[in-house]
T-cell receptor, first 113, second 113 residues
């Protein structure tokens, strides 16, 4: 049974710091991994999707890496800003489960000026 | 291109009532998935519809049901509401081939009194 864990659960940093958020999964037979952002009370915004054949994916100040063999992904946020404050979630699809995603509990990030 | 829309955005119901939530996917997307998000359980998969057929179902009681129409719009219904059904209900759409980027709507906040 696939389980997804995110560490840390919460993070508070001053503006300008470079951050690393971690995501681990128990079943390495994944097709891809997706990172989302969720603002309080809102829906999820897709940030990055990494296919299993890829090692990294970048979008602006965000960089996500994937190591299937160790069951890990990291989301790197460069030069954090107060607008980055949100909960970040990673999710993997169930093998053979079409679009059924298993989510981690998320990392709640607060970037203060 | 318009994003995923969900209606209504907020609902207050009492125990024992039933409720219907609606989701309109991104134009051209044929897959719609539903998730329940609560502080205690996080994001949990309810079901997925593709071309009017349910092709995946999560571990929820039969009180939770859904359907998809020929225009890919989807509805989910919860009958005999319980206090524990209070949650943010999110739908996500994708093109439909499976295991691809999913785009989430803003959610419907349901409060059961």
């Amino acid at each position: 049974k696939q389980e997804v864990t995110q560490i840390p659960a919460a993070l508070s940093v001053p503006e300008g710091e470079n951050l690393v958020l971690n995501c681990s999964f128990t079943d390495s037979a994944i097709y891809n991994l997706q990172w989302f952002r969720q603002d309080p009370g809102k829906g999820l915004t897709s940030l990055l999707l990494i296919q299993s054949s890829q090692r990294e994916q970048t979008s602006g100040r965000l960089n996500a890496s994937l190591d299937k063999s160790s069951g890990r992904s990291t989301l790197y946020i460069a030069a954090s800003q107060p607008g980055d404050s949100a909960t970040y979630l990673c999710a993997v699809p169930i093998s053979g489960g079409y679009n059924k995603l298993i989510f981690g509990a998320g990392t709640r990030l607060a970037v203060h000026p | 291109k318009a994003g995923v829309t969900q209606t209504p955005r907020y609902l207050i119901k009492t125990r024992g009532q039933q409720v219907t939530l609606s989701c309109s996917p991104i134009s051209g997307h044929r897959s719609v998935s539903w998730y329940q998000q609560t502080p205690g359980q996080g994001l949990q998969f309810l079901f997925e519809y593709f071309s009017e057929t349910q092709r995946n179902k999560g571990n929820f009681p039969g009180r939770f049901s859904g359907r998809q129409f020929s225009n890919s719009r989807s509805e989910m219904n919860v009958s005999t509401l319980e206090l524990g059904d209070s949650a943010l209900y999110l739908c996500a759409s994708s093109f439909g081939a499976g295991q691809e980027t999913q785009y989430f709507g803003p959610g419907t906040r349901l409060l059961v009194l």
